[in-house]
């Protein structure tokens, strides 16, 4: 069972001793999470381990997933899509599905909680089913800073409802919503599988298990097959890599249950790397495994994150805490854990020359970003790891339920 003291080693006795003593204050209040996956992508990672460690210093955490059927993810998907900018043919029957699978699970779905969080857009309108006896908080994980306005104004009818409106950057605030909004940014758990760490010999053997081979070097991006994370931009940016330095390219994308666009993605970038002569080279892998994660983001030579939008990003996170050099684009939440050739490199997304040089400068001399790799890994542990969440969603807890 996942406690908060077995973090001591990693965080230091003051932090533990400080989360002890925020949690004192709410002991036994009952919060209830609620989003729409419990694997594939950020959020169920994080609350993966959240929930465990929220109830292991005396809160009373649950965790429910709204059930979701493959229309209602599809639509849900648009929709996320259009919070971060997208144009949406915004129908009633898609409206009317997303209300209807809210107003179905809350119908079996008792809240007799002290707080509720609700994580996302898909189970945002489960607030409208409930007679509201307790304060509830929407957190949001996707990039709002450009959200397709129609949208947006069908979403408010919702959200004004809530009683506080949680985002991962200060840049995503909306002005228009007269509602606290506070941030709290995500964060990985250096205990999980993912992101213990690993012998070389290990490293070298889980590799070996998931056919990835380790005579060359190799540049990864791991990421949902989504056209956000621009996975087709990442061959381009190897086969500029490739014409300086004999290396490979591992794609690593799982299928989160909720992200119906993964499979048509996933085809394009095959068919792009089967026009590649070397598509050898290229290897597309999209089993979902953490230790495999985990050593991937340990052996590579360089993590490339060349995303268009990204929420937070926390497989920047996670390489970076495994010092290996990060090259990824400045884009929502990645510049605020990547200050640029101090702890990592951050480029704009179109400029894949950019991305390539630097890849290359890493590959032809790794030791470069030995000092590089040591500073990300400190800034992600005073910033970016589990007991800084736990600790912010404490305060949530005490200053939602007034303790
Ligand atoms: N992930 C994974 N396997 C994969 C692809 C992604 O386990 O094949 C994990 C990744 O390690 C990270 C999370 O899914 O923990 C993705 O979070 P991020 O914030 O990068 O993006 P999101 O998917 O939430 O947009």
Same mark, same amino acid.
């Given at each position: 069972?996942?406690?908060?003291?077995?973090?001591?080693?990693?965080?230091?006795?003051?932090?533990?001793?400080?989360?002890?003593?925020?949690?004192?204050?709410?002991?036994?209040?009952?919060?209830?999470?609620?989003?729409?996956?419990?694997?594939?992508?950020?959020?169920?990672?994080?609350?993966?381990?959240?929930?465990?460690?929220?109830?292991?210093?005396?809160?009373?955490?649950?965790?429910?997933?709204?059930?979701? &059927?493959?229309?209602?993810?599809?639509? &849900?998907?648009?929709?996320?899509?259009?919070?971060?900018?997208?144009?949406?043919?915004?129908?009633?029957?898609?409206?009317?599905?997303?209300?209807?699978?809210?107003?179905?699970?809350?119908?079996?779905?008792?809240?007799?909680?002290?707080?509720?969080?609700?994580?996302?857009?898909?189970?945002?309108?489960?607030?409208?089913?409930?007679?509201?006896?307790?304060?509830?908080?929407?957190?949001?994980?996707?990039?709002?800073?450009?959200?397709?306005?129609?949208?947006?104004?069908?979403?408010?009818?919702?959200?004004?409802?809530?009683?506080?409106?949680?985002?991962?950057?200060?840049?995503?605030?909306?002005?228009?919503?007269?509602?606290?909004?506070?941030?709290?940014?995500?964060?990985?758990?250096?205990?999980?599988?993912?992101?213990?760490?690993?012998?070389?010999?290990?490293?070298?053997?889980?590799?070996?298990?998931?056919?990835?081979?380790?005579?060359?070097?190799?540049?990864?991006?791991?990421?949902?097959?989504?056209?956000?994370?621009?996975?087709?931009?990442?061959?381009?940016?190897?086969?500029?890599?490739?014409?300086?330095?004999?290396?490979?390219?591992?794609?690593?994308?799982?299928?989160?249950?909720?992200?119906?666009?993964?499979?048509?993605?996933?085809?394009?970038?095959?068919?792009?790397?089967?026009?590649?002569?070397?598509?050898?080279?290229?290897?597309?892998?999209?089993?979902?495994?953490?230790?495999?994660?985990?050593?991937?983001?340990?052996?590579?030579?360089?993590?490339?994150?060349?995303? &268009?939008?990204?929420?937070?990003?926390?497989?920047?996170?996670?390489?970076?805490?495994?010092?290996?050099?990060?090259?990824?684009?400045?884009?929502?939440?990645?510049?605020?854990?990547?200050?640029?050739?101090?702890?990592?490199?951050?480029?704009?997304?179109?400029?894949?020359?950019?991305?390539?040089?630097?890849?290359?400068?890493?590959?032809?001399?790794?030791?470069?970003?030995?000092?590089?790799?040591?500073?990300?890994?400190?800034?992600?542990?005073?910033?970016?790891?589990?007991?800084?969440?736990?600790?912010?969603?404490?305060?949530?807890?005490?200053?939602? &339920?007034?303790?």
């Amino acid at each position: 069972m996942k406690k908060l003291s077995d973090y001591r080693e990693i965080v230091g006795d003051k932090v533990i001793s400080g989360i002890y003593r925020k949690a004192r204050g709410i002991y036994g209040k009952r919060v209830l999470n609620i989003n729409s996956t419990y694997m594939g992508g950020g959020v169920a990672e994080i609350l993966n381990s959240l929930a465990p460690l929220l109830n292991d210093v005396g809160v009373d955490a649950g965790w429910r997933i709204i059930r979701g &059927t493959e229309d209602l993810f599809n639509i &849900t998907k648009k929709f996320h899509n259009a919070l971060q900018g997208d144009p949406i043919n915004l129908t009633d029957i898609k409206k009317e599905l997303y209300i209807q699978t809210n107003e179905d699970f809350s119908q079996y779905t008792h809240i007799n909680h002290d707080c509720v969080i609700i994580h996302d857009p898909q189970p945002l309108p489960l607030i409208s089913f409930y007679k509201k006896r307790q304060p509830w908080v929407w957190r949001c994980h996707i990039d709002l800073s450009r959200p397709n306005e129609e949208l947006w104004d069908f979403f408010k009818g919702f959200i004004l409802r809530y009683d506080m409106v949680i985002i991962s950057n200060e840049k995503y605030k909306k002005k228009d919503l007269p509602i606290e909004q506070r941030i709290i940014a995500p964060v990985i758990d250096p205990l999980t599988p993912k992101n213990l760490d690993l012998s070389d010999k290990d490293i070298s053997k889980d590799l070996k298990k998931f056919g990835v081979p380790t005579d060359k070097p190799f540049i990864t991006q791991i990421s949902r097959f989504d056209k956000w994370k621009d996975p087709l931009g990442v061959v381009e940016i190897f086969k500029l890599v490739k014409e300086e330095v004999d290396c490979r390219l591992v794609l690593c994308g799982s299928m989160a249950s909720d992200d119906p666009e993964g499979i048509q993605i996933y085809e394009k970038v095959k068919e792009k790397a089967k026009s590649y002569t070397n598509n050898g080279d290229i290897i597309l892998i999209t089993s979902e495994n953490n230790v495999l994660v985990n050593a991937l983001q340990r052996r590579s030579a360089v993590v490339i994150q060349k995303s &268009t939008k990204e929420g937070f990003g926390l497989t920047v996170t996670e390489a970076l805490w495994k010092e290996t050099p990060v090259i990824a684009s400045n884009v929502g939440g990645i510049p605020l854990q990547i200050k640029n050739e101090n702890n990592g490199f951050l480029f704009e997304p179109q400029d894949i020359e950019g991305f390539a040089k630097k890849a290359i400068e890493i590959l032809n001399n790794p030791d470069l970003s030995k000092e590089l790799g040591k500073r990300a890994k400190e800034y992600v542990r005073k910033k970016f790891l589990i007991t800084r969440i736990l600790s912010d969603y404490l305060d949530l807890i005490s200053d939602m &339920t007034g303790c």
